[in-house]
């Protein structure tokens, strides 16, 4: 018979892969207690939850949802950078951490309901997020309005120019 803290466990695993926008797995070998720290402090402020796991309850548990693809990469140490707010932040964080401490290293990742391999988790990790996005989108449709309401006002702004001339001429 299972104990429960193992069941809530399993229960806990199938829950982040149901509920997250993304799931980053990881390799953290090579770092330290002091390091770990670091990246938790970073993931929390950054909306992103750090979890170590154990993958035989990780197996359990992700059998219980669409990723159960993501089973072959359970193997090794395992930690799992989850968010719920952003299909790349987690990915974005361990990846800028990873360029100054050699580790954690990617392995796979979960993102709206896809299993994606290490060189696509790195991939994601290079986007901007989902806001930038956005933004550059807006801007991209709002500039040709911008362009368009700059060449109207040309004419005006020179009539008013040409006008103010001849008042200065007659003026003095």
């Known amino acids: 018979m299972a104990r429960p803290e193992k069941v809530a466990a399993v229960e806990s695993i199938a829950d982040v892969f149901k509920d997250a926008r993304s799931v980053v797995l990881n390799d953290f070998t090579g770092l330290d207690v002091a390091k770990i720290s670091e990246l938790r402090r970073l993931c929390r402020e950054n909306n992103v939850e750090f979890r170590v796991i ?9 059998k219980q949802t669409e990723a159960v693809n993501i089973e072959k990469y359970l193997q090794g140490p395992t930690a799992l950078a989850i968010s719920r707010e952003s299909e790349n932040e987690g990915a974005k964080i361990l990846a800028e951490f990873a360029k100054e401490h050699n580790a954690p290293t990617f392995k796979a990742g979960y993102v709206n ?11 994601l990790s290079k986007l901007p997020s989902r806001d930038e996005m956005l933004s550059m989108m807006l801007a991209g449709i709002k500039s040709p309005g911008n362009g ?3 060449v109207m006002q040309g004419p005006l702004r020179s009539l008013v120019n040409v006008l103010n001339q001849i008042k200065d001429k007659i003026e003095s």
């Open 113 to 123: 309901g896809k299993v994606i391999d290490a060189t696509a988790v790195l991939a």
């Open 54 to 62: 154990k993958n035989t309850l990780a197996i359990l548990g992700v």
């Open 148 to 150: 368009l309401v700059s």
